[in-house]
Structure formats: structure tokens, C-alpha cells
């Protein structure tokens, strides 16, 4: 496989529900990322890893938990989630990080009932 | 964090037409980067452009970015079926000692047959 791939495509859950989401990326980048797309908004930036250490957290609710296992994997944590936190989440990595260069997988489109 | 506004944010035309989309803010950016979205799968990287004034083309697509670096134009000739996605650009701003990456809501275009 190439590119950035993402498991699983869709998710339902409730909302006292623990899952989790996967990235696997196989371009030898050392940054990866969490996005949010929420319809008519811009992509909102959740998380960073460089290196497999987190840089950045854009004032992300804590039942949203990110994990870096290594360079090229990527989880999200999700628990006791809200019916507003249904959107695409996208993955994404990056040869260093600040560049605008990123590839993206295909997304988990999660919906919370 | 400065807002990326883009224009139109939608577009319906017939295959054939010419268009043009703007992606407009008050921010310099170091570089600029425009995305396509299609349906159900993640953003792909059409270009990036870095220099004021500079132009890119990509087949049918031309890229321009401002001379001041603060905004950017596409332009698409002879639309066809398969251009029709959602449109993104996105800037790299310096913040706080770091580069972030800023995103615009994007333009949905459907080009008919």
C-alpha cells in the first residue's frame, strides 16, 4: 500500500461508546496530523506529531486522546464523544513539519448518535 | 489566526465553461497550497506556490499567487465532469515561532455534462 490510509471509513456509535481510530502512513513522513471538516467550515487542525511527539494541541476536548505509537502510525482515542463532534476525520502527513505540503487519507466519517 | 476566504463558495456549470476561483486574506503567507476534495476521500495536493507573482499551471488549471503573497487565484478552461470537487487553498503563516497552516471553507464545483 502507498499513501495515507485511514481505518475504519465510517463509524456510529453512541455516545458512551469508546472508539478508536487508525492512520498508517507509508511515505516515510515525520509528521502527522489530526484534522476535523465539519460542513461549511474550514479544516480545523487538532493535533501534531513530529517525530512522534505531540507539538501541538489546538484546545481539543480531552475525550479526544491522540497516540503516536511511531513515525508512521497514528491513533485517535475517542470516548464519551457529543452528537456535535460528527465529521470527517482526517489524517494527514508531511515531509517536516510547516510545510503546507500534506497528504491525506480518505478520512473515518464518524457519526455520534 | 487570520480567516482565508474563498469565492464563490459554490459553483454549478456546464462542461466546457471557464472559471475562476479566489482565495483572499489579509495574512502574508510563506507559501500557498490549493487541495481538491472529491466526494468520500481526503484532499490531494494540486500545487504549491511561493513566490509573489507566480504563476503554475497543472494541465487545464492555472495558479497564481498575489504579488504581496496575501491571496491567490485558480482558473480552470474548458471545465470538465471530472474537475467537479471541493477546492481548497491553504496558507503557511508564521505564528508564535512556528509556521501553521491555515485552511479557506472551500469552493464546491459541479461541472455538468
Known amino acids: 500500500e502507498t499513501g495515507v490510509t485511514q481505518t475504519p471509513r465510517h463509524l456510529v456509535m453512541g455516545m458512551t461508546n469508546k472508539k478508536s481510530l487508525k492512520c498508517e502512513q507509508h511515505?516515510?513522513?515525520?509528521?502527522m496530523y489530526w484534522y476535523k471538516q465539519s460542513a461549511k467550515k474550514p479544516l480545523e487542525l487538532m493535533f501534531v506529531?513530529?517525530?512522534?511527539?505531540?507539538?501541538e494541541n489546538n484546545s481539543v476536548p480531552s475525550r479526544f486522546s491522540p497516540e503516536c505509537p511511531n513515525s508512521s502510525h497514528l491513533f485517535l482515542h475517542l470516548h464519551t464523544l457529543q452528537p456535535e463532534d460528527s465529521a470527517l476525520y482526517l489524517c494527514?502527513?508531511?515531509?517536516?513539519?510547516?510545510?503546507?505540503?500534506?497528504?491525506f487519507g480518505e478520512g473515518s466519517r464518524l457519526t455520534v448518535l | 489566526t487570520q480567516l482565508l476566504e474563498q469565492s464563490p463558495q459554490f459553483l454549478s456549470i456546464q462542461e466546457g465553461e471557464n472559471l475562476t476561483v479566489y482565495c483572499n486574506s489579509s495574512?502574508?503567507?510563506?507559501?500557498l497550497q490549493w487541495y481538491r476534495q472529491e466526494p468520500g476521500e481526503g484532499p490531494v495536493l494540486l500545487v504549491t506556490?511561493?513566490?509573489?507573482?507566480e504563476v503554475k499551471k497543472l494541465k487545464r488549471l492555472t495558479f497564481q499567487f498575489g504579488d504581496a503573497r496575501k491571496d491567490s487565484s485558480l482558473h480552470i478552461t474548458a471545465a470538465q465532469p471530472g474537475d467537479t470537487g471541493l477546492y481548497l487553498c491553504?496558507?503557511?503563516?508564521?505564528?508564535?515561532?512556528?509556521?501553521?497552516?491555515?485552511f479557506g471553507k472551500g469552493m464546491k464545483l459541479t461541472v455538468n455534462p
Open positions: 494527514a502527513s508531511s515531509q517536516g513539519r510547516g510545510t503546507g505540503e500534506l497528504f
Open positions: 511515505l516515510g513522513h515525520n509528521a
Open positions: 506529531y513530529s517525530l512522534e511527539e505531540r507539538v
Open positions: 495574512s502574508v503567507f510563506s507559501s
Open positions: 506556490v511561493v513566490t509573489g507573482g
Open positions: 491553504a496558507g503557511a503563516e508564521y505564528q508564535g515561532g512556528s509556521e501553521k497552516l491555515v
